[in-house]
């Protein structure tokens, strides 16, 4: 493939915030240059990311339904974990994906380069293809779309520590962990606590922080503690020093009120967040940068304004399916001549948790919604499972529904879930929030029954309710 000499717009990185934004534009007419080190589609999230790990976390709660057996009136035993055939498993699931990428790389008319590409100039970049060639490239626009990494503590041993790339990367040979003991309660640090345990490793979890997902409402985050502890040993306020190879075995050695403490296990996990990767040469752009994320308005547009910079590397939303959306916002104003014919809304973007239970959650919690509008200005409904048909019929009766109102207007502020299939029942609150919808709207559809979504309509309704009582 021939490398132009110049693009109206060259993206770098064909993870979720790049690839949408190349076929866009290159479907309204503009040349789009894309490049990516992975060489396909999907960047870390389908590298190592979302599909590889809950192509794991799918095994422990198929294995999972075991416990559930005598509640339905069945009987039977777990069946073994062969962790080999379950990673293979995930390694299909992955190639499968690439596969269906490159196709959509042949017929996106978006010019692709297996390779990476370093600024040179503010309006020019050298691309190093892997192939051993390199071209330079001037463009009109740039977006940046170069994801994050796992970030790693700064102690002593860190890089004794695996990663989410050694867990669940295309090919990974980590054998099973018989204790995994991970660092950071965030949630990376849950969800993999969750499926693995279900997979039968022991877990133990240290949080710097009082509290199981830090920054989550503080409801979601106790349930799920409750939930997690009768399965993963968690220790929070934990803050840890350091990690030592001991033979085949590691020490963590952490500090707790006040006195210092440790605990082994034959592999630790580094679960401290993400930090994003910026291109060499990034000095050149002239942007704004705090805290290491890149500056960016509510179109994706940096302070350099040939630049765009949706995706984790701007931290505002570090999600698959936000970067997606960012992607498109971008891509939408860079069509429109630069115009903002499109905003990212980051309040409306679901979050969720897929451990076991699950969570979600989108918009504002009760907290942030009284802070910002002032006591009493909210209302706040809720819808237990233990009530759901749905619920009652598979036994999953610990959870909640939780929505946010503004008590001037009806509209829906924000959501949280705990409980089964909470990653679903997010989506039509998510696009509530999106659409500027309230209770009436909710309480006015007639929502699926027996499923949990009914709640959703329930929770509505009881805001009316509130207004009366």
Known sequence: MTVPAQVDCLILGAGGAGYPAAFFLAQAGKSALMVDPIGNLGGDCLAEGCVPSKAVREAALVRGLADKFAHFGLRGAAPAVDWRAVMARKDRVQQTRYAQHGEE?????????????????????????????????????????????????????????????????LGADLAQPEHLVIIGGGYIGVETASMLQALGTRATMLEYTAQLLPGFDAELATFLHASLAQRVRIELSAQVLGIERNGADFTVRYRQNGQEQSVQGDAVLMATGRVPVLPEGFEHLGLQVEHGHVVVDATLRTTNPQVWAPGD??????????????????????????????????????????????????????AQAEAAFGAGAVAVTHYDYATDSRAQIYGETLGFIKLVFDLRNGLLLGAQIAGMDAAQLIAPLALALEQGLGAAALADTAFPHPMLSEGINKAARAFFSSLSA
Do not use: K, Y
């Open 105 to 169: 790389i042949a017929q996106g008319g978006a010019l692709f380069v297996h390779g990476r590409g370093a600024i040179t100039a503010p309006d020019r970049a050298r691309i190093d293809a892997a192939n051993g060639s390199t071209r330079e490239v001037g463009f009109r626009h740039l977006i940046l779309a170069t994801g994050s990494r796992p970030a790693r503590l700064p102690i002593p041993g860190a890089e004794l520590a695996i990663t989410s790339h050694e867990l669940f990367r």
């Open 313 to 366: 590397v701007n931290g505002r939303s570090m999600l698959f399916h936000s970067a997606v959306r960012q992607s498109l916002v971008a891509a939408h104003c860079i069509a429109a001549g630069g115009q903002a014919v499109d905003r990212m809304r980051f309040d409306a973007v679901p979050m969720t948790v897929f451990t076991e239970p699950e969570l979600a959650h989108a918009g504002l919690t009760a």
